[in-house]
């Protein structure tokens, strides 16, 4: 028999708004992400393929130059609270699990995740998911203040950077196989996509 402590609050966010306490609150077998009080579902699969390929390689790649320094890389399932006011649970309306991030000040690392905005987010696109990465994330991350966003599309094996310049994003042109990439944020970090996008 149910227990009236085994019920979960569901989120429904078609007219709801939630925040982090809200988040906290749910049992959910599927990753939510909050968006400025919506709440936006994961796909229940697993991501592809190619999606955990490039996740794999670019970890590799972003934890063996950060060895050593103050900046850790973490990749989904991570919290990432982005707060406008306040740092209390209840006030924070967007929680979102890039797939990869690198945070660079253990002020913001948190037993939860992280609590600010991290200094690079990259996200692999995925069947179904590119308004939310181009449009929604684009703006919160941008008025949140990381300082580089990293958008990859797997399938035409693309990269767009968003670098933050004067509290507004400025794109890079788009790279692709045969570019070297180098990341403003982290001085000295090079990635060589025909490698990346060769490993998967």
């Known amino acids: 028999m149910e227990k009236p402590q085994d019920k979960v609050n569901e989120p429904f966010s078609a007219y709801g708004r939630y925040s982090y306490a809200d988040y906290l609150s749910w049992q959910l077998e599927e990753m939510v ?68 991030c690198v945070v660079c000040d253990p002020e913001k690392l948190d037993e939860l995740g992280c609590v600010g905005a991290p200094d690079l987010i990259v996200e692999i696109l995925s069947p179904g998911n590119n308004q939310k990465e181009l449009q929604l994330k684009y703006d919160v991350y941008e008025a949140s203040g990381v300082k580089e966003y990293w958008v990859i599309h797997p399938d035409e094996r693309t990269l767009l950077i968003y670098t933050l310049e004067g509290g507004k994003y400025r794109p890079s042109r788009l790279f692709t196989l045969g570019d070297e990439v180098k990341s403003q944020v982290l001085s000295g970090f090079v990635m060589d996509l025909d490698e990346v996008f060769g490993e998967v």
Do not use: M
Not at 50 to 71: D, M, N, P, W, Y
Not at 80 to 91: E, T
């Open 33 to 100: 992400e909050l968006i400025r009080g919506k709440v936006f579902r994961q796909a229940a699969a697993a991501p592809r393929r190619i999606h955990q390929g490039l996740t794999v390689a670019l970890v590799t790649r972003f934890h063996e130059f950060l060895k050593g320094g103050s900046c850790k890389v973490y990749t989904a399932p991570f919290d990432v609270r982005l707060p406008v006011a306040s740092r209390k649970h209840a006030d924070i309306d967007t929680v979102v699990q890039p797939d990869l």
